[in-house]
């Protein structure tokens, strides 16, 4: 594990997410560092992170997204991923300009939140539909080419054109998000706040997890196998 980025171990077990995001270490957009560099800053020890994942049990592994077909992959996404997105955001913009309004003025800090999670839906909205009309459908021609070794034309010139859009628009997400982290003080409510306040805040942090799996599996595994097999 040494010898692997922090992306690459938890592209090889998913279950070492947790570990990573339990001491706030980046696993997908800024997953490329060795273990030993992303714990620099950080109240961990490498070895401490290496002791935790090797406590992980091999018999209970989790699903190996490292070496699933591309076309099973973008369906996991899809289904997974891709349907959270759309369902949960309606439910957080409506707790995040009900708080906004109701709290804004005693914590002006959520009106911001509110304005930050619009801004992300819409740009999450755009991205999920370039991603399930264009590149994820390519792909899937892709993986059906390469395992019935037949040729395919490519109509963007290469797959590595929208993948660099989409891994800007990941980072884009990724950094409101962060913003939005620091405003909410770790997604910690107030001692006094309502159901809804703490609803909101449970639903952004659910939100932000469940983000970083999704732009792991599409930076990590995904995007960068795709280059490969157009190369091949």
Do not use: W
Request: aromatic share 6%; proline share 3%; glycine share 4%.
């Amino acid at each position: 594990m040494e010898n692997k980025t922090v992306a690459q171990i938890v592209a090889s077990d998913m279950r070492t997410a947790t570990i990573f995001k339990k001491y706030g270490i980046d696993f997908c957009c800024g997953g490329g560092k060795a273990v030993t560099d992303a714990c620099e800053g950080k109240d961990v020890e490498a070895s401490t992170i290496f002791k935790e994942i090797e406590m992980l049990d091999a018999a209970n592994a989790d699903t190996d997204f490292d070496n699933m077909d591309l076309d099973v992959l973008i369906n996991h996404i899809l289904q997974t991923h891709h349907v959270y997105v759309k369902e949960s955001t309606p439910i957080i913009l409506e707790f995040a300009n009900k708080v906004a309004k109701v709290h804004g003025h005693a914590h002006p800090e959520n009106i911001e939140i509110a304005k930050l999670f619009n801004e992300v839906a819409i740009e999450l909205q755009q991205h999920l539909m370039k991603e399930e009309g264009m590149l994820f459908p390519h792909i899937i021609n892709l993986a059906i080419a390469n395992r019935n070794k037949e040729q395919i034309s490519v109509p963007f010139g290469s797959v590595q054109n929208p993948i660099r859009m989409m891994e800007h628009e990941h980072d884009t997400a990724g950094n409101i998000f962060k913003e939005i982290e620091k405003l909410s003080n770790n997604f910690t409510p107030p001692s006094h706040a309502c159901n809804t306040y703490k609803a909101l805040y449970h639903h952004l942090k659910a939100f932000q997890d469940d983000l970083h799996i999704h732009i792991h599996l599409e930076n990590n595994i995904l995007f960068p196998k795709a280059i490969a097999m157009e190369k091949q």
